[in-house]
């Protein structure tokens, strides 16, 4: 058992910090926001994810999970920090490493013994070295230290089960006495032969960039098949389904959509062709894919247009704002660009999603209209179209719909309804990439 500090309490942080009190480690979770602190030590969770409450709930009973908003003081008591603070992008596209830097000068002003500074945030390839720099100069103590590079993989929305169960664990580092207190920290995972990948930092950094980048090409690669066999009258699910059979493709990230969002994968493409200009390598494949998926919300807004021409004054509903299913996260949601486009054209717009409604308010429209079902959202509308891809939407009762709606028209931007319901009910619609069935 170790005595861990994660600074940041946000999705990477509360998850981690509560999964690693799971495996017997003593975890102080800190952050700035008081609020989000006193919400955690009341028993609330600030973030919705499933399975986090009772993680939380379960390691803070036992005694190995606590929260302060006293970062110094949590530093001050921890062998290893892990830093799970954001790191959003800046305006060239690079990650904005000024909550991590922050972070790392106040670990060094409260080095009072050896620890171990490990990073959790995803930071592009040089951060630890940069890191290592800056709390040598800073640190007045002169106590040692060690860099790690730990790179988190969980997804928003299975984030406690990922945490708990990953595919791989990574860990970079150059000293042997920090290898050895991390697979203490993870023993769980190592006695379970979960795969471990054991590598200097420069490498475990990269291979989150990597990683990251590999899947959004993945999924923009996908949608421009469907784009094509929308035109051709081909059906994408069944091109997918065969290609991923091939286990050199695998079927994982190959479903078409309206793009990917979330707090990932768009800033770390952007960030990872920054950190390959910086160096004269250019990712043309990433930036092709970056584009793909700037241009396939417009081409959802088209799918909108095809169905209604004239959108001023039009009824749309717009079910789903998350980026994905079973999260609270709007962070670069296809649904910003798409209310966005849907205001711009003169459309009435109503909103429904289970849980991130409060979000998009807050965040990006704080006069949107949402409603608190379906039904509500949906009534008298002139088309509805479905932006997050959540369990409750799959199973839509399209009868119900139609009668509600003035007029049957459904954008399907997640492919998660039948086409033949949709054909024998006579909706017009549009899906992506499934013309031919
Ligand atoms: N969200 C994901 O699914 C995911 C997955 C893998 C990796 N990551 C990476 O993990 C990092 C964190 O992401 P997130 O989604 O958890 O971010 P988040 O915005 O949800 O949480 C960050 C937290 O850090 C706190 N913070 C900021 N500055 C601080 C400081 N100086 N001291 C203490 N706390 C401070 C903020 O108040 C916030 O609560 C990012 O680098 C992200 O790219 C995220």
């Known amino acids: 058992m170790r005595k861990i500090c994660v600074v940041g309490t946000g999705y990477v942080g509360l998850v981690s910090g509560a999964g690693l009190a799971d495996f017997g480690n003593e975890v102080i979770c800190t952050d700035i926001d008081q609020g989000k602190i006193d919400m955690l030590n ?23 999970l606590s929260f302060t908003a006293d970062v110094e003081s949590a530093v001050r008591q921890a062998e290893v920090i892990f830093i799970a603070v954001g790191t959003p992008m800046g305006d060239n596209g690079e990650a904005d490493l000024r909550a991590v830097e922050a972070v790392a000068s106040t670990i060094a ?12 945030s995803t930071v592009p390839v040089g951060t630890g070295a940069r890191l290592e720099k800056l709390i040598t100069a800073e640190c007045e103590s002169k106590a040692e230290f060690d860099i790690v590079s730990n790179p988190e993989f969980l997804r928003e929305g299975s984030a406690v089960k990922d945490f708990l169960n990953p595919d791989r664990v990574i860990l970079g580092t150059s000293s042997q ?21 054991i590598t200097n930092v420069p490498s475990a950094e990269m291979i989150k960039y990597a990683s990251n980048a590999f899947l959004a090409v993945k999924i923009s690669f996908i949608n421009e098949v469907a784009n094509l066999a929308d035109k051709v009258g081909a059906d994408v699910h ?32 952007e960030a990872l062709v920054h950190t390959g200009d910086q160096h004269g390598v250019q990712f043309q494949v990433v930036q092709a894919a970056i584009a793909a998926n700037k241009a396939q919300r417009s081409i959802i807004l088209d799918k909108v247009k095809e169905l209604l021409p004239e959108l001023s004054g039009k009824v749309i509903a717009v079910l789903g704002l998350a980026f994905k299913a079973n999260t609270d996260d709007v962070r670069d949601t296809p649904a910003f660009e ?34 608190s079902s379906v039904d509500d959202a949906v009534q008298g509308a ?56």
């Open 42 to 64: 009341k028993g609330e969770i600030p973030i919705y994810e499933p399975g986090l409450k009772e993680l939380v709930d379960r390691t803070m009973t036992s005694g190995r």
């Open 109 to 120: 002003q409260n080095l009072n013994a050896y620890k171990i500074i490990c990073t959790k």
């Open 177 to 197: 006495r920090a290898e050895s207190v991390m697979r203490d920290v993870y023993r769980p995972l190592f006695i379970n032969e979960t795969p471990m990948v």
């Open 238 to 269: 069944t091109i997918a389904r065969a290609m991923g059979l091939d286990g050199r493709i695998s079927s994982k990230f190959l479903h078409p959509g309206p793009g990917y969002g979330g707090s990932c994968f768009p800033k770390d493409t």
């Open 338 to 371: 798409i209310i966005q486009g849907l205001n711009r054209a003169g459309a009435v717009v109503r909103a429904y999603d289970p849980i991130a409604a409060e979000n998009m308010k807050q965040y990006f429209f704080p006069d949107l209209d949402t409603r």
């Open 382 to 437: 002139d088309l509805v179209i479905i932006l997050t891809e959540w369990n409750e939407l799959r199973g839509l009762g399209l009868e119900a719909l139609k009668h509600r709606m003035k007029s049957p028209n459904i954008v399907d931007a997640r492919n998660i309804l039948s086409v033949d319901q949709l054909k024998e009910l006579g909706f017009n619609y549009r899906n992506v990439g499934r013309s031919g069935v």
